[in-house]
């Protein structure tokens, strides 16, 4: 079975084109993102432009030429953040529908983390062994933190704090001021109280952009590789390095200085590092294993199952 999942982030979008066999392995067959911001603004606005409906219509037509190109025999997507926090949300959602035939699903906060949960740790899962796990997913809108014993959750936090969000809110200029620099932090620290310290035997994982690009930045590889990102072990104090270099450069600084960040995403690396930074003092952890995988693999695992238990 063909399968193409789409997922439609605040910043980033992605699309995961995977073949899953009856024993629900799963095989990627093409994995894409794209930069498109759509949740530039919604923070203050509440509401998507003209300028991004107009600009996420034409990236997802890229990737459903893709996915139909490849013979995937359904097309799944959904949204977070900025879908959740729009008020235009249901207008945007119709256009794209209009448009393409595509159907988009909004999810909940909680509903985000539980499949980011499942995609992440496919990858780590040993049959008969009971691991514990921790994902963390900042991603532009907001942060979700899911625990669970091998693929059981058991908790599900999702926090109203992310990259895009924080940089919108308190890191309006590169380098920032010390004074905001402070102000950013006492933000995430205020949502960051709701996390409780994880066990020792904890494996957590971070998805998305700013644990991703860490951890290319942490090996020092110049092309994007996620069998090497995946499982890359960075350390706290890593971390608190390139939170403090970052905090000096400006943005075309940082492009020059560190190849593995992305144009698109250099204006809200350093957001991501301070929410990533304050989560793990609060989580009492020393480091963090990065996952190229998240949502789309778990929503492709979940229709999976779905379609499983019906025939």
Not at 181 to 197: C, D, N, Q, Y
Not at 246 to 266: D, N
Request: aromatic share 6%; net charge negative; hydrophobic share 40%.
């Amino acid at each position: 079975m063909r399968i193409a999942t789409i997922d439609i982030g605040t910043n980033t979008i992605l699309m995961l084109i995977a073949d899953i066999s009856a024993d629900g392995s799963l095989s990627v067959v093409r994995d894409e993102q794209v930069i498109a911001r759509l949740g530039k603004g919604v923070d203050s606005l509440r509401r998507f432009t003209p300028e991004t409906f107009t600009r996420a219509v034409g990236f997802l037509e890229q990737f459903k030429n893709m996915a139909d190109a490849h013979q995937a025999e359904r097309i799944i997507a959904a949204g977070t953040s900025a879908l959740r926090d729009a008020v235009n949300a249901d207008e945007f959602i119709d256009y794209i529908r209009q448009k393409l035939g595509v159907k988009i699903e909004v999810l909940s906060g909680h509903r985000e983390a539980e499949l980011t949960y499942q995609g992440a740790i496919s990858e780590f899962l040993v049959e008969g062994e009971e691991q514990s796990f921790a994902v963390l997913d900042i991603g532009g809108g907001s942060t979700e933190l899911t625990t669970g014993v091998g693929s059981t959750l058991v908790s599900k936090e999702s926090l109203q704090v992310g990259c895009v969000r924080l940089t919108e809110r308190c890191l309006k200029t590169s380098p920032p001021s010390p004074a905001t620099l402070e102000e950013a932090v006492g933000e995430v620290m205020s949502w960051t109280g709701k996390l409780h310290r994880l066990s020792p035997q904890t494996k957590i994982l971070g998805v998305a952009g700013t644990a991703t690009t860490l951890a290319a930045m942490d090996l020092g590889i110049k092309q994007y590789d996620p069998k090497l990102v995946t499982g890359h072990y960075i350390s706290s104090a890593a971390i608190d390095q390139f939170a403090r270099t970052l905090s000096l450069l400006t943005v075309p600084e940082m492009i020059r200085t560190f190849p593995q960040i992305q144009e698109g995403r250099a204006d809200i690396i350093l957001a991501g590092i301070l929410i990533l930074k304050e989560c793990m003092k609060q989580l009492g952890v020393a480091g963090i294993s990065a996952s190229d995988r998240g949502l789309r693999f778990g929503m492709a695992l979940h229709d999976f199952l779905l379609r499983s238990h019906k025939s």
